[in-house]
């Protein structure tokens, strides 16, 4: 533990003074640092004190200084916005008068301070699995002269079961953005468990996130509210089905305001977010949808306009009802009228199947030159005219009698390696026909960069690479002369920009598919127009 991070687990402990509630990691962490216990000068104490009762944050601003940006994201701990905060637990006033409030993933105690304050009757309930954050929420609580209504639950919320009460329970709060990589295989089979209950089909790959909107439809009850605070990708991802199925159905969704990338509600990581309220039970009335381009524009949470649930029920992406498209003008068409655009295929291991040094053996029939990174394509512009400068990517068929007697000895040698190093055992090698085919998709004629901190760079295919899933693929739906394809790509180079995709968590814009097929292009007539002046090979 760092000398700072030292420091601050003293300044807590000399705000809550009675460290008897403190829970056992909270004891384990203090044990392990060394400046806990060295006295904190009056001075920083009383200025501490002034600063959080009228409303700052002092401790969290802190914490979020020492940690880096890098190992809070690792945890999902990336505090909210004091004016969100606000905007929240004012809507969350308009809804009654609860006599619970549960904040389930709470850090420092934003949004449950501001609830306490609004409600000064109602239980809150924190719960919050970083002991350190913790104690930072006690010392908070503390000053706020809240410590004989809040209960602090130092676990995981998914672990957490709530006594019945007589009244309305109150959600609110910003559950963690966890990637479901950094989640373990019991929790992802409890998520899956727990939508099957609910008669919904739930994609393992969720993130953590979407775990707590589980969570809290099996602890609310009819009439409970609530309001979240998350990314915004669900809304129109695979994996999202199940929450917008959930929304529509069990959790009783209501309102749904999504945020541009300008407004930071997750600061450092530039992220497109969306707060969505619920009431439990809510099944006819419309659901509210406001697209947010300004703080200011939140209000109590009372703006949008209203979408019947039944064309929420049927959408299968979100986005576009919240921030529609206008209608293609005079002399556009959409990109989709041309080409299907397909994501990059999976390898589910890039290590194992981007061949090395352990694939020299390999015959070099099943070694296909690759688009591996966004940089590749970034580094060729507008053509990439030759294999030599990508990796190759191993695409062994599903069966493999094909081979002659060497070629197969090689092969199977290979195999026994990749087995050795897992490679049969990753969620997708288990999902396979056969876990050892990659099955890369066929050499697309264009190719676009599907994630960075830069628009898409577009790329005719000239040497017939193939692609993995860091590029998306361009494949037209008609033959097309190979003059519309370069001038395509050089009109999309110079007018397609990053407000055209979203923004997720670290700040990186991804472009899906189907929001490059709907990026607006002249006409063939007027894209040849200037065709002498664009460079074909």
């Known amino acids: 533990m760092s000398p700072e991070e030292d420091a601050l687990i003293s300044v807590c402990l000399a705000l809550i003074g009675d460290a008897d509630s403190l829970s056992a990691t909270e004891r384990r962490l203090i044990e392990g640092a060394s400046a806990a216990g060295e006295p904190v000068d009056n001075q920083t104490v009383h200025s501490l004190r002034r600063q959080i009762l009228r409303g700052a944050d002092p401790l969290g601003e802190a914490f979020t200084a020492i940690r880096s940006a890098d190992d809070r994201r690792a945890t999902g701990a990336v505090y909210t916005p004091q004016p969100i905060v606000d905007a929240m637990v004012e809507?969350?006033?308009?809804?009654?008068?609860?006599?619970?409030?549960?904040?389930?993933?709470?850090?420092?105690?934003?949004?449950?301070?501001?609830?306490?304050?609004?409600?000064?009757?109602?239980?809150?309930?924190?719960?919050?699995?970083?002991?350190f954050a913790a104690l930072m929420l006690r010392a908070n609580v503390a000053v706020c002269g809240l410590g004989g209504r809040v209960r602090v639950l130092v676990e995981d919320y998914r672990k957490v079961t709530l006594p019945c009460v007589a009244g309305m329970t109150a959600f609110i709060g910003n559950p963690p953005y966890v990637r479901h990589h950094e989640i373990g295989e019991d929790w992802k089979a409890w998520y899956a468990k727990g939508f099957a209950a609910l008669g919904i089909k739930a994609s393992a790959l969720a993130g953590l996130h979407l775990h707590f909107f589980l969570q809290t439809r099996l602890l609310a009850r009819e009439g409970d509210v609530g309001a979240f605070v998350t990314s915004a990708e669900w809304m129109d991802v695979n994996y999202g089905s199940a929450l917008r199925k959930l929304l529509i159905e069990q959790l009783g969704g209501t309102a749904l305001h999504v945020l541009a990338p300008t407004v930071e509600a997750f600061p450092g990581t530039a992220t497109t977010a969306a707060i969505t309220c619920f009431r439990v039970g809510?099944?006819?009335?419309?659901?509210?949808?406001?697209?947010?381009?300004?703080?200011?524009?939140?209000?109590?949470?009372?703006?949008?306009?209203?979408?019947?649930?039944?064309?929420?029920?049927?959408?299968?992406?979100?986005?576009?009802?919240?921030?529609?498209?206008?209608?293609?003008?005079?002399?556009?068409?959409?990109?989709?009228?041309?080409?299907?655009?397909?994501?990059?295929?999976?390898?589910?291991?890039?290590?194992?199947?981007?061949a090395g040094d352990h694939a020299r053996d390999l015959p070099a029939c099943v070694k296909f030159a690759t688009v591996t990174k966004a940089m590749d394509l970034i580094r060729a512009g507008a053509h990439l005219r030759t294999a030599g400068v990508l990796r190759s990517v191993i695409d062994l068929p599903a069966g493999l009698d094909g081979f002659t007697h060497e070629e197969r000895q090689r092969i199977d040698a290979f195999l026994s390696w990749a087995r050795q190093h897992g490679a049969h055992e990753g969620y997708i090698a288990t999902h396979r026909k056969a876990w050892w085919s990659v099955a890369l998709k066929a050499p697309a004629p264009i190719l676009c960069t599907y994630m960075a901190r830069r628009p898409p760079q577009f790329t005719v295919n000239t040497c017939g690479a193939r692609h993995i899933n860091i590029a998306h693929g361009l494949y037209p739906r008609e033959p097309l002369a190979p003059e519309v394809m370069y001038a395509l790509v050089a009109w999309l180079n110079g007018n397609t920009h990053t407000g055209s995709g979203r923004t997720y968590a670290g700040g990186l814009t991804k472009f899906e598919p189907r929001e490059i097929e709907r990026l607006r292009i002249p006409a063939l007539e007027r894209l040849l127009e200037n065709r002498n002046a664009l460079n074909f090979p």
């Open 282 to 354: 809510e099944r006819a009335e419309p659901v509210t949808v406001h697209a947010v381009d300004a703080l200011p524009e939140l209000g109590h949470l009372e703006g949008g306009t209203s979408i019947a649930r039944t064309t929420l029920q049927t959408a299968h992406k979100w986005s576009a009802i919240a921030r529609p498209a206008p209608a293609c003008q005079a002399g556009e068409i959409e990109l989709g009228e041309l080409f299907r655009v397909h994501r990059g295929q999976v390898t589910g291991a890039n290590d194992i199947w981007i």
């Open 91 to 131: 809507w969350l006033a308009t809804q009654g008068a609860p006599v619970r409030i549960v904040d389930p993933g709470s850090g420092s105690g934003r949004f449950i301070l501001a609830a306490g304050r609004m409600f000064p009757d109602a239980e809150l309930v924190a719960v919050e699995m970083d002991p």
